[in-house]
């Protein structure tokens, strides 16, 4: 059973902070990993995309991935109220074809505090 | 350039219906996912469609099919419509052999009464 696991939060963070955001997954094969940012009611949109280990940076945002421990991880620097929102962190197999599609946790709800 | 699209965009249906949801996606892409989105459980893999054919489909019912045409365009039928099927139903597309991680249209809610 391919899992990602997220805390659900809410995690608060003072705006201009950074906020911090994680996961773990469960499937050694998993090799691509992406955040997305789901507004309430809205569908989830990516901001980040991490196949390496290390840091990957993007404007505010750096995605950073240990494949040695599962793990990956988002933050967000100088945090904006418009960042509140949930996040998603997904797997992919990449075992050729997308056939199982994206494993997705439930989400991080993040609420950036004026 | 278009992104993916879906209809409608609420539908609301009455338990032993069945719900037609469609999904357009973004032009020159050939795969078409399709995930549901219910309450506290996140976002959850449902059909695979490439190449007109359904490649592969996650853990749920028969109930759950569709079907892609020859544009690319998508489907997904659900029969005997059950109260927990009320969810976001979400549409993702990609192209194989690229960046896999799927765009997603803006959804459908459908609500199960």
């Known amino acids: 059973q391919k899992e990602v696991e997220q805390n659900s939060g809410p995690l608060s963070v003072p705006e201009g902070a950074i906020a911090s955001l994680n996961c773990t997954y469960s499937d050694r094969g998993s090799q691509s990993f992406f955040w997305y940012r789901q507004y309430s009611g809205k569908s989830p949109e990516l901001i980040m995309s991490?196949?390496?280990?290390g840091d990957k940076e993007d404007g505010r945002f750096t995605a950073q991935l240990n494949k040695a421990s599962q793990y990956v991880s988002l933050l967000i620097r100088d945090s904006q109220p418009s960042d509140s929102a949930t996040y998603l962190c997904a797997a992919y197999p990449d075992s050729g074809g997308g056939a199982d599609g994206l494993t997705f946790g439930k989400g991080t709800h993040l609420i950036i505090q004026p | 350039e278009a992104g993916v699209t879906q209809s409608p965009t609420h539908l609301i249906k009455t338990r032993g219906q069945q719900a037609t949801l469609r999904c357009s996606p973004i032009?020159?892409?050939?795969?078409v996912y399709w995930y549901q989105q219910a309450l506290g459980l996140g976002l959850q893999f449902l059909l695979w469609y490439d190449e007109g054919e359904e490649r592969n489909r996650g853990n749920f019912p028969p109930r759950f099919s569709g079907r892609q045409f020859p544009n690319y365009s998508s489907e997904l039928n659900v029969n005997a419509l059950e109260l927990e099927d009320s969810a976001l139903y979400l549409c993702a597309s990609n192209s194989l052999g690229v960046n896999p991680a799927a765009f997603f249209g803006q959804g459908t809610r459908l609500t199960v009464v």
């Open positions: 032009s020159g892409h050939t795969s």
């Open positions: 991490i196949y390496s280990n």
